[in-house]
């Protein structure tokens, strides 16, 4: 019964979405329109004020660039601060941690005018680039590696293997779940963000799929069987995503560093 009610939104969307606009704000309700008007997709496809499949390679770009980004520093971060000792390395956690407690407005506007000096407003540069680090990610992988048995790691140095070698060798290969799960949390933050784009992608050929929901909702003659159509073709990379990965996710939860 739960589940069925998750799943209201989602009907809503197709319902909407593959229905006429007067079927829409009529004052009877219909489970089905009578017609399915599948020629919607195509006029969501072909708009010239909205580009919603160039939003839609962006979105990805982005999506993809930062995800990759935040898994090679943040668990490489992690991974020196769980396990590199040296003499300021606890400063050097708490300082990670106290970025954390800054609120993301307070930080807003100096990265908006870092980004608009270096000349990457309606660039992906300036969407992509800021979010490549997250200090969230690099408290859980360090974490997660104190727990990871440093016999497997000790192993693999007396085998000969550098520092490096152990983490990509030994250390990686036994913590696929736990990457899965930090890679399904970034993407699924990096596709929903709205803000930043809506302010660094000025121009519609830089926008992300949110920014383009937003230019359907917002027009002056605001089409709403697109909307809820182009809404629920958003969805569909997220909830693919997740389908894809949700076993790596399970055995990131039940899983310590060794597989089964």
Same mark, same amino acid.
């Given at each position: 019964?739960?589940?069925?009610?998750?799943?209201?939104?989602?009907?809503?969307?197709?319902?909407?979405?593959?229905?006429?606009?007067?079927?829409?704000?009529?004052?009877?309700?219909?489970?089905?329109?009578?017609?399915?008007?599948?020629?919607?997709?195509?006029?969501?496809?072909?708009?010239?004020?909205?580009?919603?499949?160039?939003?839609?390679?962006?979105?990805?770009?982005?999506?993809?660039?930062?995800?990759?980004?935040?898994?090679?520093?943040?668990?490489?971060?992690?991974?020196?601060?769980?396990?590199?000792?040296?003499?300021?390395?606890?400063?050097?956690?708490? *300082?990670?941690? *106290?970025?954390?407690?800054?609120?993301?407005?307070?930080?807003?506007?100096?990265?908006?005018?870092?980004?608009?000096?270096?000349?990457?407003?309606?660039?992906?540069?300036?969407?992509?680039?800021?979010?490549?680090?997250?200090?969230?990610?690099?408290?859980?992988?360090?974490?997660?590696?104190?727990?990871?048995?440093?016999?497997?790691?000790?192993?693999?140095?007396?085998?000969?293997?550098?520092?490096?070698?152990?983490?990509?060798?030994i250390v990686f290969p036994n913590s696929k779940g736990f990457?899965?799960?930090?890679?399904?949390?970034?993407?699924?933050?990096?596709?929903? *963000?709205?803000?930043?784009?809506?302010?660094?992608?000025?121009?519609?050929?830089?926008?992300?799929?949110?920014?383009?929901?937003?230019?359907?909702?917002?027009?002056?003659?605001?089409?709403?069987?697109?909307?809820?159509?182009?809404?629920?073709?958003?969805?569909?990379?997220?909830?693919?995503?997740?389908?894809?990965?949700?076993?790596?996710?399970?055995?990131?939860?039940?899983?310590?560093?060794?597989?089964?």
């Amino acid at each position: 019964m739960a589940a069925a009610l998750f799943l209201v939104p989602f009907y809503l969307l197709l319902r909407n979405g593959l229905a006429s606009r007067a079927e829409i704000t009529a004052p009877g309700w219909t489970f089905f329109p009578s017609t399915l008007h599948w020629e919607n997709l195509s006029e969501l496809f072909s708009l010239t004020d909205v580009p919603f499949a160039r939003s839609l390679l962006n979105s990805l770009v982005v999506a993809v660039l930062q995800t990759l980004g935040v898994l090679l520093l943040s668990s490489l971060a992690g991974y020196g601060l769980a396990r590199i000792r040296y003499r300021h390395s606890r400063i050097v956690f708490y *300082a990670v941690l *106290a970025t954390l407690m800054i609120p993301t407005s307070v930080t807003f506007v100096p990265s908006f005018v870092v980004v608009s000096t270096l000349g990457w407003l309606s660039d992906l540069r300036g969407l992509v680039v800021p979010g490549l680090f997250s200090a969230f990610s690099v408290f859980l992988f360090r974490q997660y590696f104190l727990d990871f048995p440093k016999e497997l790691e000790d192993a693999g140095r007396v085998d000969g293997l550098s520092r490096w070698g152990v983490f990509w060798r030994i250390v990686f290969p036994n913590s696929k779940g736990f990457f899965a799960a930090i890679a399904v949390i970034t993407a699924i933050g990096s596709w929903n *963000a709205f803000l930043w784009p809506l302010v660094i992608a000025q121009s519609p050929d830089s926008w992300t799929v949110q920014v383009a929901l937003s230019g359907l909702l917002t027009a002056q003659n605001p089409q709403l069987n697109l909307l809820f159509l182009a809404a629920a073709v958003s969805i569909l990379p997220i909830v693919l995503l997740f389908a894809f990965l949700q076993r790596y996710l399970v055995r990131g939860v039940t899983e310590s560093g060794l597989r089964g």
